[in-house]
């Protein structure tokens, strides 16, 4: 029954505005998880041009769709074909993010992940002897699926290697550090480490602390040591001069080789160590919504008539219900919001009709979400 014709005036007291962060699930089938069964190299779908920078991983039941994309960065150039007086693909990409992620005054000292420098102490047993990680994977987010950021503290990464050499290596879990330690501030905006663990809940304690990459939430992008990794996750064949191929037993693993002769493909080997039975990406994104919420106060005295012509009878409009001549009463089912130009600019159905009469007052929350 629609209200007839009664308007409320709503002022800035009635008015609150809220910021808020809103998670979804990430992948763009609607879930949080891409199992390592249903992992495929998106590269191979007709997007073989970009190979030698990156390597686009999506699901198989939507194969052409980038859910991430993988890229293999080395400090010396290695793993890459060197022309005389270029710069390889895997140089160019550990410079890229060399001058992404880092401060100028330290963008030629390459990348400590191993050797953490915004850690107390440096971790146990580190990969990295001295010096910068010469290896790294990053793990880039598709824009569109992020939206304003990753959700730190929801993801895990879980990959495993499958030759002999694996088989008693349990899987590798991934995840931040964000529920322990405060970010570190760079240039790409808060980073966390990323230590063994799952969905924020990290593996181990203090100082035992292995530091496999660093996260940025606000680029969505994970930077992996690739050192680390091939210390945990060597890989049959480690070190050989063998083009890595898409989904190879025998390529499930970090080990890359120092030949700077033809494309490795060593970007694969990351998507490889997700194909066994139990590895899986899982991620959510994350929302800045600003909403305004509308508290509209209808009193005693509006909106008890109802413009329903079965409201009224006769020559002079009487109300049709003798019991109602004292107390009319209608039932409240819609609210429309109008500007100051009498514009309506927002319509709200009510789930369930408020009666209202007389003798009740109402108080109805409309939320405007931007």
């Known amino acids: ?28 089938d609607g879930s949080s998880t891409l199992l390592g069964a249903n992992v495929v190299s998106s590269s191979h779908t007709g997007q073989s041009a970009n190979e030698t920078y990156f390597f686009g991983i999506a699901n198989s039941s939507t194969p052409t769709v980038q859910e ?80 304003d950021r990753l959700n730190k503290k929801s993801w895990t990464i879980v ?15 991934l995840t931040d550090d964000s529920v322990d330690d405060t ?56 070190g050989s001069n063998a083009v890595t191929v898409f989904n190879s037993g025998s390529q499930r693993g970090f080990g890359t080789t120092t030949a700077v002769d033809a494309d490795y493909k060593n970007g694969l080997r990351f998507i490889n160590t997700l194909k066994i039975l139990g590895t899986k990406l899982t991620f959510r994104d994350e929302e800045d919504q600003l909403s305004a919420q509308y508290f509209c106060r209808i009193g005693a005295g509006h909106m008890n008539f109802s413009n329903n012509a079965t409201f009224v009878s006769g020559s002079n409009n009487e109300i049709r219900q003798k019991s109602m001549w004292e107390n009319p009463t209608s039932y409240i089912t819609q609210l429309q919001l109008y500007n100051a130009a009498g514009d309506i600019v927002a319509v709200a159905n009510l789930s369930t009709p408020i009666k209202k009469s007389k003798t009740s007052e109402a108080t109805i929350k409309v939320k405007l979400t931007y």
């Open 159 to 173: 990959l495993s290697g499958s030759s002999a050499v694996e088989a008693t290596t349990p899987a590798l879990h």
């Open 1 to 28: 029954m629609a209200i007839f014709g009664s308007k409320v005036q709503i002022t800035n007291n009635d008015i609150v505005h809220i910021e808020e962060k809103v998670t979804s699930a990430y992948f763009s």
């Open 68 to 147: 991430f994309n993988v890229a293999y960065g080395n400090l010396n150039g290695y793993g890459a074909l060197v022309a005389t007086d270029t710069v390889s693909e895997t140089k160019a990409i550990y410079k890229q993010y060399e001058s992404i992620l880092l401060p100028p005054n330290e963008v030629t000292g390459g990348l400590f992940i191993s050797r953490n420098k915004s850690t107390s102490a440096i971790p146990a047993s580190p990969a990295v002897g001295s010096g910068p990680d010469t290896e790294i994977y990053v793990l880039s987010a598709r824009r569109t699926n992020m939206l």
């Open 183 to 238: 970010p570190t501030p760079s240039p790409a905006g808060d980073r966390y480490n990323v230590v063994s663990g799952s969905a924020g809940v990290i593996s181990g304690s203090g100082a035992s602390h292995k530091t496999y990459g660093f996260f940025y939430p606000k680029l969505g992008l994970v930077v992996l040591s690739g050192n680390e990794l091939s210390a945990s996750i060597p890989g049959a064949n480690s």
